[in-house]
């Protein structure tokens, strides 16, 4: 069964820094692009941010370019979003999901985590 | 990157069918045949339901059904059944983009 477990999340201050991570099992996790994506308050998903299996191509929204970093680790089945300089419409809850595909560009989210939550507040 | 265009509620008795719309453009919905919808219960993970534009996965009742016509894709829920009660996205994930959409509350009467 696939099993997808985020951490990390919490409250920080605007300008501040927050690192989630994803705990991948069930799958053999070096083999599939992995997302980021999130949820804010009352809203609809947003993507976030994509890594392919070996870090060769990296995406990410035009709303969080710059200020977030998507890595992964194989040998440890994780997936990591470093997210800085944290803004108040950064406010949802992350989710990591897998994507299945033919190549990086195309294809679909086919399991998702249970999210954590981000909350950038004074 | 623009999110597609659902419509923002829907509903349906027990046993009818609805039908949720999902707009784009040729760039997106219109170009590929990515298009996936989603099942998500608050406070639950989202669960897919409709792959590739009208690809059901193994576990998802055949009460579900997706297709597609120029840039718009639909969802249909026949049969529907009070456990049908929640939020649908949909979603493509072509080229380029990586769009979702604005999600519609899917409401049994």
């Known amino acids: 069964e696939v099993q997808l477990v985020e951490s990390g999340g919490g409250l920080v201050k605007p300008g501040g820094s927050l690192r989630l991570s994803c705990a991948a099992s069930g799958f053999t996790f070096s083999s599939f692009t992995m997302n980021w994506v999130r949820q804010a308050p009352g809203k609809g998903l947003e993507w976030v941010s994509s890594i392919s299996t070996s870090n060769g191509y990296i995406d990410y929204a035009d709303s969080v370019k710059g200020r977030f970093t998507i890595s992964r680790d194989n040998a440890k089945s994780s997936l990591y979003l470093q997210m800085n300089s944290l803004r108040a419409e950064d406010t949802a809850v992350y989710y990591c999901a897998r994507v299945v595909g033919p190549d990086f560009w195309n294809g679909y989210v086919d399991d998702w985590g249970q999210g954590t939550q981000v909350t950038v507040s004074s | ?109």
């Open chain 2, 1 to 109: 990157q623009s999110a597609l265009t659902q419509p923002p509620s829907a509903s349906g008795s027990p046993g009818q069918s609805v039908t949720i719309s999902c707009t784009g453009s040729s760039s997106d919905v219109g170009g590929y045949n990515y298009v996936s919808w989603y099942q998500h219960h608050p406070g639950k993970a989202p669960k897919l339901m409709i792959y590739e534009v009208t690809k059901r996965p193994s576990g998802v009742p055949d009460r579900f059904s997706g297709s597609k016509s120029g840039n718009t894709a639909s969802l249909t829920v026949s049969g529907l059944q009070a456990e049908d009660e929640a939020d649908y996205y949909c979603s493509s994930y072509a080229g380029t983009k990586k769009v979702f959409g604005g999600g519609t509350k899917l409401t049994v009467l």
